[in-house]
């Protein structure tokens, strides 16, 4: 039975979230990344490196970015420029870019880890033949940025997918190219997950001058 906004002990009871940031978490900048990767390559986490580097490049939620497949990246035994997956939230595909750093940090990856086409890239340690899970990815992206002295509380795993469509749509303010990337269905969506306001229209608009 529920209780009433009259009782004075729903009022004592401590909320949820209470000290948490429930908002939008912020993008990486492009200092912090290569911090990071800086800090992965120091102590030699290949795995890691990979993850982040991809996570970057594919804009994928966690869920899709963790269930990955090998035969999804390679092709004829090198990395594929471009990949395609079916995202699991919507059904639909979506292809995205994998650059150069991505591609580095992935063959030394897969030179180490081995394994078939069909096995995932990011196998869990406990069970080999699975995945890692999104939980273990929430963790290592907690650790990689508090790492380099920001507040974890302030990031999380979609930071990594809205750092890349930033950047993109800060340098070209190009809406429509940030929701084929990011693989939404309709604009609105996308302008509110970029956070975008009047001020960031009025700033691309001072930007053109007749």
Not at 29 to 35: C, F, H, K, S, V
Not at 48 to 66: E, H, P, Q, T
């Amino acid at each position: 039975m529920g209780h009433s906004d009259l009782d004075p002990a729903v009022h004592e009871r401590r909320p949820w979230n209470a000290g948490q940031n429930v908002g939008p978490k912020r993008p990486l900048r492009p200092r912090d990344i290569w911090a990071i990767r800086f800090y992965l390559d120091e102590h030699r986490r290949l795995r890691d490196r990979a993850l982040f580097d991809l996570a970057i490049d594919s804009k994928l939620r966690g869920c899709d970015l963790v269930k990955l497949r090998i035969g999804d990246l390679v092709s004829g035994g090198t990395i594929r420029n471009r990949a395609t997956v079916i995202q699991q939230k919507t059904g639909r595909p979506v292809q995205f870019e994998i650059m150069t750093e991505a591609r580095k940090s992935l063959l030394a990856w897969l030179e180490r880890r081995k394994g078939s086409l069909n096995d995932f890239v990011f196998p869990s340690r406990v069970d080999y033949m699975g995945h890692i899970s999104t939980r273990q990815y929430a963790r290592l992206l907690d650790e990689w940025v508090s790492t380099v002295g920001l507040d974890k509380s302030q990031y999380g795993t979609h930071s990594m997918r809205r750092t890349k469509a930033a950047l993109i749509y800060k340098a070209t303010g190009n809406l429509r190219a940030i929701q084929i990337l990011l693989g939404h269905t309709n604009i609105e969506h996308t302008v509110r997950y970029l956070g975008v306001d009047v001020d960031d229209a009025l700033t691309l608009s001072e930007r053109t001058e007749l």
